[in-house]
């Protein structure tokens, strides 16, 4: 069964690679193609700030937003390689029906 916790980061992976496309091909939508790259930036800086004084050590920040940021990367880029690797593991059913057995 597939999750949306599972789908979400394969989603925002793609949507970031679309984005890059648009600014490279139309540089006046740069600014609404990027804003949601702005916004989960300051998002893990926030959060990343919020864990390290929580543990007060401010010194955890800039690694914190490292960890926080390549897992989400590594999930969905995990999430796109486990998606390719399974369509191209699908077995041809129509391929082996059309041969005889004999």
């Not at 999750?3 to 600014?31: C, I, S, T």
Request: aromatic share 10%.
């Amino acid at each position: 069964m597939i999750k949306w916790r599972n789908v979400v980061p394969l989603l925002f992976l793609l949507y970031q690679a679309v984005a890059v496309g648009v600014v490279f091909l139309n540089g006046d939508l740069a600014e609404w193609a990027l804003a949601p790259m702005a916004g989960y930036g300051v998002a893990v800086g926030g959060v990343s700030l919020w864990l390290a004084f929580r543990r007060q050590s401010a010194v955890l920040m800039p690694s914190l937003v490292t960890v926080i940021a390549s897992t989400h990367y590594s999930y969905g880029l995990g999430a796109a390689v486990g998606l390719v690797r399974g369509v191209a593991r699908r077995p041809r059913a129509c391929a082996a029906a059309a041969s005889p057995a004999f």
